[in-house]
């Protein structure tokens, strides 16, 4: 139980263009998800905290105008790379929240962008 | 606010050695959570344990274990006889849920584990 799907797995894309990655709870319903970004060798950092049909809660240093989340569902929450640049290649994570400190982590996209 | 130190940037033993990946916490909470996770080069993560702070019982699990000292706000964890497929980075968490249920990572410990 507990299942987080994450599309895509990876994606190339252009510099200047949005790309879009899904987040799915497939057996539960999640009130809470998180996205993580992480670089190369580097740490998972939490970019924002999504609660399902209210506005998410950015890190600070996270421009949310770029990265746009949307949690319209208890089952889905996608997070926008808008006008991707190569420095917002990355590895993205999404989590979702099952159970008080009980998390489950979708298998995370591998976005380059060129 | 919350932190969690892992100081070990990477570690390299030969297979069948025992490992010690130290995890350093901090928190204003009374009530929070500890975690490690697994993340082979695939880059999935894949949990190992949850620790609440009001239970400092030592864990065993096959050949992986944690020891959890509040009083050194310490969560470290420990492989014996490790395994080439024990490579991988561990990462410690810590989440001060219920008050804030994000989960905060550390830095990570790369283990290479020789054969």
């Known amino acids: 139980g507990a299942v987080v799907s994450q599309h895509p797995s990876w994606v190339i894309c252009k510099s200047g263009t949005s790309v879009k990655i899904e987040c799915r709870s497939l057996d539960f319903q999640a009130t809470t998800m998180f996205w993580y970004r992480q670089f190369p060798k580097q740490s998972l950092m939490l970019m924002a905290t999504s609660n399902e049909g209210s506005k998410a809660t950015y890190e600070q240093g996270v421009e949310k105008d770029k990265f746009l989340i949307n949690h319209a569902s208890l089952t889905l929450s996608t997070l926008t790379v808008t006008s991707a640049h190569p420095e917002d290649s990355s590895f993205y994570i999404c989590s979702a929240q099952y159970l008080a400190a009980g998390y489950t982590f979708g298998s995370g996209t591998r976005l380059t962008v060129v | 606010a919350q932190k969690v130190t892992q100081a070990q940037t990477e570690i390299s033993v030969v297979e069948k050695e025992d490992v010690t990946l130290d995890c350093v916490y901090e928190?204003?909470?009374?009530?929070?959570?500890l975690f490690w996770y697994k993340q082979p080069p695939s880059g999935e993560l894949v949990f190992l344990i949850r620790r609440n702070s009001f239970d400092e019982q030592n864990e065993i699990s096959g050949r992986y274990s944690w020891n959890f000292q509040k009083s050194t706000s310490s969560f470290n964890f420990t492989i014996t006889a490790s395994q080439v497929v024990d490579s991988a980075v561990y990462f410690c968490a810590l989440s001060e849920a219920p008050r804030d249920d994000k989960i905060i990572f550390g830095k990570g410990t790369r283990l290479h584990i020789l054969p």
């Open positions: 928190t204003r909470d009374t009530t929070y959570y």
